[in-house]
């Protein structure tokens, strides 16, 4: 693969070379529209993309099986530089890393009410939204509109965590943190215990968090309602609580600046999108 080819597959911080011109959101007509640019994958590059191909355009390449764990703890700077996609297509372009999104992430673990406290391992939670986006060192943060197939986007991070637990982690103290790591992550993935579920329903709520501040930093000249139709997948009624706060707040700025918020209204394509990424049911990963 070309080093173009893999700029393209893996997202970076500088805009893609052929952005996407569909309008992703339907705006209300006074509000800013976002700037389309995020460009599709072509077939060649989802057919195509292995983490090696990432790698092999990084200056200094990571030591394979070293039995310290410094070329993994280099390998974690890539989620510091990297930002978040979705809110580059409405131009916020210095906006938060993928770290920056996993550091709120793992604090709002810590913060469950007694009736759901109970019930989990809160430091397994923590570790687990610690851990979650760590693919994303490599793949980038795909969003359901850069057209890469859910199972596609699954293979890219599972063949990513493969390399980071066992490769870069592999002979380090046994082997015993990176298959902890890849343990966790594939709890993650499969959304099957109540602490899952929980840090998936933290994913949203975060993402919902940073919805509200740029739309209050930006003075409510940008309109990000396409996001909040994530609330409509938050499952844990404690977590619920949290998003219907968040949403009421969101209403009162917007009518402090004397207009209506848009809502999550999403063309039909759109819809297929984000389902075939969350699923159908409010538990859909």
């Not at 996407?20 to 060649?44: D, F």
């Not at 687990?128 to 793949?139: C, F, I």
């Not at 844990?236 to 004397?258: I, Q, T, Y």
Request: charged share 25%.
């Amino acid at each position: 693969m070309t080093p173009s080819t893999v700029e393209d597959a893996v997202h970076t911080n500088t805009p893609p070379c052929e952005p996407n011109r569909e309008t992703t959101a339907s705006l209300h007509e006074n509000h800013a529209a976002p700037s389309p640019l995020v460009s599709k994958p072509n077939s060649a590059q989802t057919s195509h993309w292995t983490p090696e191909s990432v790698l092999s355009t990084l200056p200094v390449q990571p030591q394979k099986n070293s039995t310290s764990p410094i070329p993994f703890f280099h390998m974690l700077e890539r989620l510091k530089t990297t930002k978040r996609e979705g809110w580059r297509r409405f131009g916020i372009n210095h906006g938060e890393s993928i770290s920056d999104h996993m550091y709120r992430m793992s604090v709002l673990t810590m913060l469950a009410p007694p009736s759901l406290s109970s019930r989990i391992n809160i430091p397994h939670c923590t570790k687990m939204a610690l851990v979650h986006d760590m693919a994303e060192s490599l793949v980038g943060d795909i969003t359901p509109v850069d057209g890469v197939p859910k199972p596609e986007k699954n293979r890219r991070e599972a063949e990513t965590m493969d390399y980071l637990c066992n490769t870069l982690l592999g002979k380090v103290s046994g082997g015993l943190a990176g298959a902890d790591i890849r343990a966790i992550w594939q709890e993650y993935e499969d959304g099957e215990t109540l602490e899952s579920q929980y840090v998936h329903d933290i994913d949203k709520m975060e993402l919902l968090l940073q919805m509200v501040e740029y739309e209050r930093s930006h003075k409510g000249t940008i309109d990000l309602g396409e996001f909040s139709w994530v609330a409509k997948r938050i499952s844990l009624p404690e977590v619920k609580v949290w998003c219907d706060d968040l949403l009421a707040e969101r209403e009162s700025f917007w009518n402090e600046m004397g207009r209506k918020p848009s809502g999550s209204h999403l063309s039909a394509k759109q819809v297929e999108q984000h389902t075939e990424y969350y699923g159908n049911g409010s538990n859909g990963a």
